[in-house]
């Protein structure tokens, strides 16, 4: 049996317009974790997370891919106001 994945990008635009060196892959990884807590609660979070990954992110362009399962996608991409409450200065 093959996993289908979703792999999501998105730009963070930030509401000062300065960039932000210090968020990493982990940082992110970990917000989005829990905006799906939050959201979804423990079962949400846990049939979520088993092919959630940041797959890239670049901290001068903005720009992030997101991996997910196909059946998880749309909690990701609902997540979107909550990740931004979690990492402070986004304007999405």
Do not use: H
Request: charged residues 30%; aromatic residues 10%.
């Amino acid at each position: 049996m093959r996993y289908k994945n979703r792999f999501l990008v998105f730009e963070l635009l930030w509401r000062d317009g300065k960039r932000d060196e210090s968020l990493n892959e982990g940082a992110l990884l970990q917000a989005s974790r829990d905006a799906i807590q939050t959201n979804f609660g423990d079962l949400g979070l846990g049939s979520s997370m088993t092919s959630f990954q940041v797959k890239y992110w670049n901290p001068f362009t903005n720009i992030c891919v997101l991996r997910c399962g196909r059946d998880s996608s749309k909690k990701a991409v609902k997540n979107a106001n909550t990740i931004s409450e979690k990492l402070k200065r986004l304007e999405l």
